[in-house]
């Protein structure tokens, strides 16, 4: 029988409380969204317990992959974050003149 997701989790957490670098990039690289794994009773995460321990090296497995992918150009020269703010932008515009439109047509109804 394998180790399940609990199990994993423990192991996570206890990885990055002893320092095991190696495990905790193994273990994300294999299921990144087990970087919101969080304790029960204090809720603190990877990145809370290796923090307070001092693990540098673990704040590096979990930080980087961050950096590199807001580094990362992917379209004519503009960075991942740079679309994605673009695309907020133009959603909040496209929100406010609808919620403006709604809004006068109300007032004409009255």
Known sequence: MGVTFSQERKLLLDAAELGDAEHVACALGSDPTLL?????????????????????????VIIQPLVDDVKEEVSGG???????????????????VGGRARSSLDSAGT
């Open 36 to 60: 919101r794994t969080a304790t029960i009773l204090k809720r603190r995460g990877v990145l809370h317990i290796a923090a307070e321990q001092g693990h540098v090296p673990i704040l590096q």
């Open 78 to 96: 503009r960075r991942r974050l740079q679309l994605q703010l673009q695309l907020q932008l133009q959603l909040q515009a496209q929100g406010s």
